[in-house]
């Protein structure tokens, strides 16, 4: 029992001490687990306030869960880590063709190369076979493998290989079904994915910039007058490829390209061109080269100097701005004394029958001249407004009646003049008997007398014309 109770003892004393020492061996790991969790959490609302949320192009007939299923989830640190291991141990069939694609076109296997190009003939010569091409690789490349795998021939140095029996795939299947499985975290394999996605990256990266730098220029117009000619010799090229496209014996030019590009990598072909360069004919050979380097060089010269000629030359650009006339009318209203007292400047001519007129409506606009803006996104191109001295044309396009034309002089368009409108004048007047009637009041209609003279209405205006011209303005993209 003692014995039993000290063994007890001790297992006590242990138990006890071991939370103690997880707790200083594992609590470090938990507690840093701890800290990165919590900075995700902050980088993520950072983000979360720096970047702008999605806009869902989601009907507000949709039922909650359905547009939550057609919503796209919001950025997450925790997620884009998941989502790239995911990606990253499914990686391996991607590099896998690559490397096959690869081993194709530098001949690591003959027999394989010269059954692609076999394959390459036939469809170049029949392209009706490309559509029995996708099957073709499934039966071939997919379905007898997986059945190979299920059904395996018998192995070297057994009772059937001795006997020389043949294959057979009768009976049940002797091999599990071959399946692609993602690898495991931190393996071999998964670092190699990694490091190839790395690389893959940074070729992208390089091949982007030098679209950027070298092909980009060219179409956003950056320098119009190039941009200009390449959409020029663009649209050319579209008529002319429509037109003579049928001529061009394309069967045989993909097939005469695939075997140059493909046979210029045979390592026979690569060795035998290094010995031309280094054997007897190695000098002479180069020496034609470089004959044939410079003629190339200086044909390129003289292809650029005549494109920029060209460009120079025939490509003229309108570079003056977009231009239109605009228009303000003065109106000026008669007081109680006959006088004409200006009243605003208004985009409409305010005649008799105008819809504003008949509604009653006051005329809008601005009182003075210099407040007068240009339409938005126009800036003015002449410094003063001009009169428009042909007031007749104006009246007649815009068809308005009822108003006394001025041919001659300030150019002023009257209304004709009211016989109502004149008793309420006056009627005014008489309640308002510290104002004098008008002075040099002919009782000649409009008609009778000539431009400019006899009764006026209580509004006359005349019309004012000036050039703008559209803003210019230069927008950067990122």
């Not at 701890?34 to 507000?60: K, T």
């Not at 001949?107 to 390459?120: I, K, M, R």
């Not at 029958?353 to 003015?380: H, I, K, N």
């Not at 815009?398 to 008793?423: H, L, P, S």
Request: charged share 25%.
């Amino acid at each position: 029992m003692a014995d039993t109770n000290d063994i007890s003892a001790s297992a006590t004393a242990a138990d006890a001490a071991t939370p103690t020492q997880r707790q200083g061996l594992f609590g470090g790991l938990a507690a840093l687990r701890e800290r990165a969790s919590i900075q995700d959490r902050l980088v993520e609302r950072l983000l979360a306030q720096v970047m702008p949320a999605e806009d869902g192009e989601i009907s507000f007939t949709l039922d909650e869960d359905v547009a939550n299923a057609h919503r796209a989830p919001e950025f997450s640190l925790g997620t884009m880590s998941y989502n790239f291991r995911r990606f990253n141990a499914r990686a391996g069939v991607l590099f896998q063709l690559q490397d096959l694609s690869e081993s194709l076109m530098e001949w690591q296997h003959p027999t394989q190369t010269l059954s692609f190009l076999a394959v390459y003939t036939f469809v170049c010569l029949d392209p009706h076979l490309l559509a029995a091409l996708p099957l073709a690789l499934l039966v071939l490349a997919v379905l007898i493998p997986s059945f190979l795998a299920r059904h395996p021939a018998p192995p070297r140095g057994t009772l059937s290989s001795d006997q020389g029996v043949g294959y057979s795939a009768a009976g049940p299947p002797l091999a599990p079904p071959v399946t692609v499985a993602p690898v495991r975290e931190l393996s071999r394999d998964f670092v190699k994915n990694m490091r190839r996605l790395q690389n893959q990256m940074g070729g992208f990266v390089t091949a982007h910039d030098l679209v950027v730098e070298k092909v980009l220029p060219l179409t956003n117009f950056s320098d119009e007058a190039l941009s200009s000619a390449v959409f020029l010799a663009a649209v050319v090229g579209v008529f002319v490829a429509a037109t003579t496209a049928h001529l061009v014996p394309w069967r045989f030019v993909l097939l005469a390209g695939g075997w140059a590009h493909i046979g210029a990598a045979n390592p026979y072909v690569i060795q035998f061109v290094a010995d031309v360069k280094a054997g007897s004919f190695g000098d002479l050979a180069a020496a034609g080269m470089d004959k044939v380097a410079a003629e190339a060089a200086e044909g390129g010269d003289k292809a650029k100097s005549f494109a920029d000629r060209w460009v120079a030359s025939d490509i003229i650009l309108d570079s003056a701005p977009e231009a239109r006339e605009v228009e303000i009318f003065e109106l000026q209203r008669k007081t109680r004394a006959g006088e004409w007292e200006p009243w605003v400047f208004c985009p409409s001519p305010y005649d008799p029958l105008s819809a504003a007129r008949v509604a009653g409506d006051r005329p809008g606009g601005t009182r003075f001249f210099e407040d007068v803006a240009p339409p938005e996104s126009w800036e003015w191109s002449e410094k003063k407004w001009a009169l428009d001295l042909w007031s007749r044309e104006w009246v007649e396009e815009r068809i308005i009646t009822g108003v006394e034309v001025e041919t001659e002089g300030e150019r002023w368009v009257y209304d004709m003049y009211d016989e109502d409108e004149d008793a309420l004048r006056r009627s005014r007047v008489v309640e308002h008997p510290d104002t004098t009637a008008p002075k040099n009041m002919s009782h000649t209609s409009w008609e009778e007398g000539e431009d400019g003279t006899g009764l006026k209405g209580e509004w006359r205006r005349r019309r004012w014309v000036r050039l703008v011209k559209r803003k210019t303005s230069l927008v950067g993209y990122e």
